[in-house]
């Protein structure tokens, strides 16, 4: 029985994000403006079999695979909309599954620290991220969620409302985890996209 953690439709990755994303893609890259699909599913192998139709259906591109033994994550994108939807609804119909079944998104974390000092910013920096640095007396947001892939929606979302810089954005595992920063205003608002963003996650 394959269980359908997390499904999210993303219409047009955020450049941050994208360039994020690019870091860690084992596949074909995608670029700020692509449509992107998430797919998260337990076990881990089911995974092979969902990207294996989802190719031949579809002209989408495979940017990510991530295959553990409990979880499996695929990212599909490509510049046309109804592409990666068409493949969404192709995986759906696969796992013979409606978009509603998917895992409710769960917020393990969310906090802001503001103000934050040089020592605490040196230690982030130097730390195993993959997106841009923070600088001291910015504000912080973290957000922690479950499943894991709900994050990536989630700093797309933030990207879109505020004038943000993407830390870090890890969604592979049991949680997902995302790390950014600016200043408190735009913080503020960036915090309030993500949580909503959370609370509502797209779908196709």
């Not at 295959?67 to 939807?85: A, C, F, K, M, N």
């Not at 957000?143 to 990536?152: F, K, W």
């Not at 505020?162 to 985890?177: K, M, P, W």
Request: proline share 4%.
């Amino acid at each position: 029985m394959i269980q359908l953690r997390t499904y999210v439709y993303i219409d047009s990755l955020q450049p941050q994000l994208a360039e994020y994303m690019a870091t860690v893609s084992q596949g074909f890259l995608p670029i700020p403006g692509d449509s992107c699909l998430w797919v998260e599913v337990s076990p881990g192998m089911a995974v092979h079999r969902l990207t294996d139709v989802a190719l031949k259906a579809t002209r989408v591109r495979l940017a990510q695979q991530v295959i553990e033994r409990e979880y499996g994550s695929l990212v599909l994108h490509h510049p046309d909309q109804s592409d990666v939807q068409e493949a969404g609804h192709t995986l759906l119909h696969r796992l013979s599954a409606q978009e509603a079944e998917r895992q409710t998104c769960q917020v393990a974390w969310s906090e802001i620290i503001r103000g934050m000092t040089p020592d605490h910013t040196v230690l982030i920096n130097r730390q195993d991220r993959r997106g841009s640095m923070i600088l001291p007396e910015q504000s912080m947001y973290i957000l922690e969620t479950e499943p894991a892939g709900y994050i990536v929606y989630a700093a797309n979302q933030a990207e879109k409302a505020a004038n943000i810089t993407l830390i870090d954005v890890r969604a592979v595992g049991a949680f997902g985890r995302l790390t950014l920063a600016g200043s408190e205003a735009d913080v503020d608002e960036a915090a309030a996209a993500a949580m909503a963003a959370v609370e509502r996650p797209a779908g196709t």
